[in-house]
């Protein structure tokens, strides 16, 4: 018989008061013994609406069922064979959107915790057991994967076991993407990152860092180098900037520069070779979960205040809910319907406030969210020493720039195919936020995954004929 309580079980937190000054993970994984009792909450759904919900199609209630048996490797290899990256996947992806929206038991109550669950898998099989290479008649065909994000790292995997040469080309000095250099230690340890990458590593998938592509190599120089084949998972990494005055005033950052500084180069620590400034009082504009993630960074690096400044209401924030409540619990003061108009600096060039409008909604606007209009006369000005920038971001235009017949958008992202990823250039494939622009995790993956069955077809008919 399933056990019918209405509500998940309980996942540990660390206390709020004591979380805001450390980066040490802030959900703590179930034990065994809870994940068994919450796998039991599933009725193992003939439809499977669940799986409907995920991008990359993983059997929930295959899994769940050997969860609720005790057989917890068997559960893993039932994950993993269509996510690559399940530790990850279960702490970030959105499952309240995702898998967890379709479950049948959110109907009544709460859904299953897939997402708990997922990561009670991946953490207890990491913890316990090594994972077994496949074994796989190698190719010599070699692709080239460009970023090792969630889309390059996903694209790669799956054309590893499917005996490909892959080498993935990588800008940065360490492999992850926003995994390592955007989403902050408390909410995704870059252990856990890392450990996942190695199993790639054990596929046989080789890693350069430090490559630019479109500096050390082009996408043409590839081609002509025998690759048969290139995936471009670049990210979405450019800034977007508020262009008011005062953006270039010192104590003013990109919320990328900010996380980069604090996630990849452990800015928090004291020896860190990267520092950034401590700041008293900090305001970051923006309503998403990179704002969420500057925010709550800057409190645990000891600021005595942080605002979070958007110009909606909470309702249209697009940041989970759940980040937008640990933010809260952490003490962050989140000022809704409020715009920045300028920012202001002191003679020496360091910032020193922020002048901002009340804004009010109107109707909505083309992305269906009710427009904020300013209100008359409103601006006042709230005094403070740091301003981070976390309104969005965009493809860097370098790969553009160097590949010849690569066709990009109005906003830069590169335009393919939303099956196959086949974009206007031969051989050439692209997924994640190159093309979507700044999205989830678990889409990037899903991208990366339509993309190397796609490249495999292509190869497999003589590099032809891919769309
Ligand atoms: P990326 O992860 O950006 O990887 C691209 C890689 O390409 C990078 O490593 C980059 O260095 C490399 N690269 C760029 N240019 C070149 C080049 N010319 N040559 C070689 N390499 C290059 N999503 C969620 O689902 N849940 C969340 O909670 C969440 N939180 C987020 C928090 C933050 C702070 C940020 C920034 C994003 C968050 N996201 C979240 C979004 C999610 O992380 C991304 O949508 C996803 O990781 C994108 O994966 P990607 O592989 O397309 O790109
Ligand atoms: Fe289980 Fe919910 Fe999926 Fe049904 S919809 S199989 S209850 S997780």
């Given at each position: 018989m399933p056990d019918m309580s209405n509500k998940k079980y309980e996942a540990n937190e660390q206390p709020a008061d004591i979380r805001r000054h450390n980066f040490k993970e802030v959900t703590l994984s179930y034990d065994k013994e809870t994940a068994i009792k919450e796998a039991n909450r599933?009725?193992?759904?003939?439809?499977?609406?669940?799986?409907?919900?995920?991008?990359?199609?993983?059997?929930?209630?295959?899994?769940?069922?050997?969860?609720?048996?005790?057989?917890?490797?068997?559960?893993?290899?039932?994950?993993?064979?269509?996510?690559?990256?399940?530790?990850?996947?279960?702490?970030?992806?959105?499952?309240?959107?995702?898998?967890?929206?379709?479950?049948?038991?959110?109907?009544?109550?709460?859904s299953v915790a897939i997402?708990?669950?997922?990561?009670?898998?991946?953490?207890?099989?990491?913890?316990?057991?090594?994972?077994?290479?496949?074994?796989?008649?190698?190719?010599?065909?070699?692709?080239?994967?460009?970023?090792?994000?969630?889309?390059?790292?996903?694209?790669?995997?799956?054309?590893?076991?499917?005996?490909?040469?892959v080498t993935v080309f990588e800008a940065m000095h360490v492999a992850g993407g926003v995994l390592v250099y955007g989403i902050p230690e408390f909410r995704l340890p870059k252990a856990i990152v890392q450990n996942e990458i190695d199993g790639l590593v054990k596929l046989g998938v080789k890693i350069e860092t430090n490559m630019v592509i479109g500096k050390s190599y082009s996408i043409d120089d590839l081609l002509e180098m025998n690759y048969k084949a290139v995936f471009v998972g670049t990210g979405a990494g450019l800034p977007a900037f508020l262009n008011i005055d005062?953006?270039?005033?010192?104590?003013?950052?990109?919320?990328?520069?900010?996380?980069?500084?604090?996630?990849?180069?452990?800015?928090?620590?004291?020896?860190?070779?990267?520092?950034?400034?401590?700041?008293?009082?900090?305001?970051?504009v923006g309503g998403g979960n990179v704002a969420m993630d500057a925010a709550r960074c800057a409190i645990r690096m000891g600021a005595d205040e942080v605002h979070i400044i958007y110009r909606r209401s909470e309702k249209e924030m697009p940041a989970r809910v759940e980040e937008i409540e640990h933010a809260k619990q952490e003490g962050i003061i989140i000022d809704i319907l409020t715009n920045p108009v300028q920012i202001i600096g002191d003679e020496n060039g360091w910032v020193t406030g922020i002048l901002c409008a009340k804004m009010e909604l109107s109707e909505p606007d083309e992305s269906g969210r009710r427009r904020p209009v300013t209100i008359k006369d409103s601006n006042f000005l709230i005094n403070l020493d740091t301003v981070i920038i976390a309104i969005g971001t965009s493809p860097n235009p370098l790969i553009k720039n160097t590949t010849k017949g690569l066709d990009v958008n109005k906003k830069g992202c590169i335009v393919s195919n939303e099956q196959t990823g086949a974009t206007s250039k031969i051989g050439v494939f692209a997924g994640g936020d190159t093309v979507t622009g700044a999205a989830t995790v678990i889409g990037a993956m899903g991208a990366g995954k339509k993309a190397a069955e796609a490249i495999d077809e292509y190869i497999r008919n003589g590099c032809k004929n891919e769309q």
């Open positions: 599933c009725l193992n759904c003939k439809t499977r609406p669940c799986v409907s919900g995920c991008p990359v199609n993983v059997n929930i209630p295959e899994f769940i069922e050997a969860v609720a048996k005790g057989d917890l490797k068997q559960a893993y290899y039932i994950i993993t064979k269509t996510n690559t990256l399940p530790a990850v996947c279960g702490r970030v992806c959105p499952q309240e959107l995702q898998c967890e929206s379709k479950c049948v038991r959110g109907i009544k109550g709460e997402g708990r669950l997922e990561r009670f898998v991946a953490d207890y099989f990491r913890e316990n057991y090594q994972i077994e290479v496949p074994k796989i008649d190698k190719s010599s065909d070699k692709v080239a994967i460009l970023g090792a994000g969630a889309a390059g790292l996903t694209c790669a995997s799956d054309l590893a076991k499917k005996g490909y040469d005062g953006e270039n005033l010192n104590g003013v950052f990109s919320a990328n520069e900010y996380l980069t500084r604090i996630n990849l180069m452990k800015a928090y620590k004291e020896d860190s070779s990267t520092p950034i400034m401590k700041s008293k009082k900090v305001a970051v």
